[in-house]
């Protein structure tokens, strides 16, 4: 099986950080991309960060700056630092992984973690 786990979600104030974890685990062959999506109640799911093998990254205006994902391919786990958080940032937090199942061209497949909430209030 794989299996993308999440954690590291919780309460904070505005102002202060959290840092989000995912791990990917089974039969990955080879990790490819890791992205950081997040939807609030009521609006659409969007692509906070995103990062591939090459070196290639994406961050969202919302986040530039704040946000940074760390990468640990030999352990296929990611993790998203998030600073300076805003209560616009409270969502629940997705990570996908973009990955091969063996050395085949097409065995490429895309994987979801289950989740992390994640609020910033008073």
């Known amino acids: 099986q794989v299996q993308v786990a999440e954690s590291g979600g919780g309460l904070v104030q505005p102002g202060g950080s959290l840092r989000l974890s995912c791990e990917a685990s089974g039969n990955i062959f080879r990790l490819v991309a890791m992205g950081w999506y997040r939807q609030a109640p009521g609006k659409e799911r969007e692509l906070v960060a995103r990062v591939d093998s090459g070196g290639g990254s994406y961050y969202a205006d919302s986040v530039k700056g704040r946000f940074t994902i760390l990468r640990d391919y030999a352990e296929n786990t990611k993790y998203l630092q998030m600073n300076t958080l805003k209560p616009e940032d409270s969502a629940v937090y997705y990570c996908?992984?973009?990955?091969?199942?063996?050395?085949?061209?097409?065995?490429?497949?895309?994987?979801w973690g289950q989740g992390t909430l994640v609020t910033v209030s008073e």
């Open positions: 996908n992984v973009l990955a091969y199942l063996s050395a085949h061209p097409g065995s490429h497949s895309e994987f």
